[in-house]
């Protein structure tokens, strides 16, 4: 479940489409990570754009592709040093 439901940042939202794994359906990434059809359409095109996710048409599903796998890697890491980094300046 995202941090934040308000005022997320497009990369959030990508990076919580792109974590929805192998086998999911447009509806179930929906509701998963609560945004609106229109908006989801757009992430979904531009993730499948970028190769970071694939549709397989036979089964109306979404699987994550590699190069996802290492984008939202490093997204992860990016974002673990940023609280590091934001947690360093609150406490000074």
Request: aromatic content about 10%.
């Amino acid at each position: 479940m995202p941090r934040r439901l308000k005022h997320r940042s497009k990369a959030e939202i990508l990076s919580s489409t792109t974590q929805i794994y192998t086998g999911t359906t447009m509806a179930q990434i929906q509701y998963e990570i609560y945004v609106s059809y229109k908006q989801l359409k757009d992430y979904l095109t531009l993730l499948v754009q970028y190769k970071l996710i694939e549709f397989v048409r036979e089964d109306k599903i979404f699987r994550i592709t590699v190069s996802g796998i290492n984008a939202l890697n490093i997204f992860d890491e990016m974002d673990k040093l940023l609280v590091l980094q934001l947690t360093e300046y609150s406490v000074k």
